[in-house]
């Protein structure tokens, strides 16, 4: 098994900033990729950014340019540095982690989500 948990979340202005978190813990041999997932209410889940073990990143084009993802390897830790929020950013964030179990085999996890509200 494989345990995500998230933090970062909250309320903040328009122009604002934002740090989220996950880190991963468990039956870990090896993590490929991780990212971060975003779902807004009435609407479908959408990619914001993802970084493969080798850090390639790759960001939806509506945060392009604002948020970066970056991670720890050794600690199994992914964090989102979201810069200049708008209130369409408002949404549920979920981490998303794929690798390896030590005993063999993939895993494709998810968080539980966070929110994060960009209002004035």
């Known amino acids: 098994q494989v345990q995500l948990v998230e933090s970062g979340g909250g309320l903040v202005q328009p122009g604002g900033s934002l740090r989220l978190s996950c880190a991963a813990s468990g039956s870990i041999f090896s993590i490929n990729v991780m990212g971060w997932y975003r779902q807004a209410p009435g609407k479908q889940r959408e990619l914001v950014a993802t970084i493969t073990s080798g850090s390639s990143t790759g960001y939806g084009d509506s945060v392009k340019g604002r948020f970066t993802i970056s991670r720890d390897n050794a600690k199994n830790t992914v964090s989102l540095q979201m810069n200049s929020l708008k209130p369409e950013d408002t949404a549920v964030y979920y981490c998303?982690?794929?690798?390896?179990?030590?005993?063999?085999?993939?895993?494709?996890?998810w968080g539980q989500g966070t929110q994060v509200t960009v209002s004035s």
């Open positions: 998303n982690v794929g690798g390896i179990y030590y005993s063999g085999g993939y895993f494709d996890y």
